[in-house]
């Protein structure tokens, strides 16, 4: 996944509103209560338990994301238009997706004037888009602010993203574990990133050390691979040449982890295992398939398009989390990065998206 900027970091993964963090995931553990002892409660949840996909008010939902020119990106705009599509009170009003910051900002003013309900924006760079999001958050347009923060926190109603450092935890514990179930000391351990100046390359990265150093291991060697299939085959090249063993490996991103898995092959090495990112559709199915060094991949899902129309949604028609007792959307919403395995690949198969 290219250019994803980190967004709120809680203390641990979930969701966070008013200092609290609700774990993603156990959202349905709403506080209930059917007691007659306790009747505040249950009316409190009756009010909000309600069905949350029924029809409601029309609400036209405005959709701006970077060009899909990566498949990460070409999911989260398939997955944004097909959760629209799912609900008859939205009109889904969609701009052309560019790379270009000043014609992303020409197109969401475009949506500003044509006065939609709310905004799910994905930007190309959040601090350039910054302003223009807080244009339509002055203009009473409450914006979903999708994967990639806007700094001002005014900008934006609602936050949703990946959880960069959580990413990087989830790998560090698979191939820490492993290898310390398999007795190996002092491993050789290698990792490709995407843009190592990114901050979430970084947090990533942060993650992986952190998560390598609870079973004393450290990463041997780490090079940027620029979220692209052929910087990911020759960044590969390169440190399989360098490393005659290796024990394990992370590669950050499923996409350019088509071009790492094809040095892998032309290499012939086998030695050691792999541990992918993001949670593509491919793979999921080398995954499946085994054979290969691919056995695990970490999730940062595309889903959370999806995720952001449904949330926008809410906003837009006044109504909250069905399964929460508070009344409103949170503001920031953190999803997990789990680690998709052959024993579980079936069941995240259908989240994978195409490279």
């Not at 949840?45 to 996909?53: E, K």
């Not at 006065?115 to 807080?134: F, H, M, T």
Request: glycine letters at 10%.
């Amino acid at each position: 996944m290219r250019d994803h900027q980190q967004g709120p970091r809680p203390t641990r993964r979930g969701v966070l509103f008013g200092g609290a963090v609700v774990a993603a995931g156990s959202l349905a553990a709403a506080c209930t209560s059917n007691s007659e002892d306790d009747p505040a409660p249950a009316a409190q949840a009756g009010s909000l338990g309600g069905d949350n996909d029924k029809q409601g008010k029309q609400v036209t939902i405005g959709f701006s994301a970077p060009a899909a020119d990566h498949g990460w990106i070409a999911a989260i705009a398939k997955n944004a238009e097909g959760q629209a599509k799912k609900y008859k009170d939205v009109t889904f009003k969609p701009v052309e997706p560019t790379n270009d910051i000043n014609q992303q900002i020409s197109a969401v003013e475009s949506l500003i004037r044509a006065k939609v309900n709310v905004l799910v924006i994905l930007p190309n760079d959040g601090e350039q888009l910054n302003q223009v999001a807080r244009k339509a958050m002055d203009a009473g347009i409450p914006v979903v602010n999708l994967d990639r923060v806007f700094p001002d926190k005014l900008s934006y109603r609602t936050w949703i993203g990946g959880d960069n450092y959580g990413m990087g935890v989830s790998a560090g514990h698979y191939i820490g574990k492993k290898l310390k179930d398999k007795g190996v000391s002092n491993p050789v351990i290698v990792e490709i990133q995407g843009i190592a100046t990114l901050p979430l390359t970084q947090d990533r990265s942060k993650g992986f050390a952190d998560a390598l150093k609870s079973y004393g291991f450290t990463v041997t060697a780490k090079q940027d691979a620029k979220f692209t299939v052929e910087s990911g085959n020759q960044v590969a090249t390169n440190l399989l040449q360098a490393h005659k063993k290796i024990d394990a490996m992370w590669n950050h991103d499923d996409d350019q982890g088509v071009g790492v898995l094809a040095a892998i092959k032309q290499s012939g090495r086998k030695e050691f295992f792999m541990v992918g990112g993001a949670g593509s559709a491919n793979a999921m199915r080398d995954i499946k398939s085994g054979g290969g060094v691919l056995e695990a991949t970490v999730t940062y899902p595309p889903t959370m398009a999806a995720s952001a129309i449904k949330l926008g949604r809410l906003i837009a028609q006044g109504k909250g989390m069905a399964d929460l007792v508070e009344l409103q959307v949170p503001q920031s919403v953190t999803l997990a990065s789990e680690t998709v395995t052959k024993d579980n690949v079936d069941q995240y198969m259908p989240l994978g998206f195409e490279s």
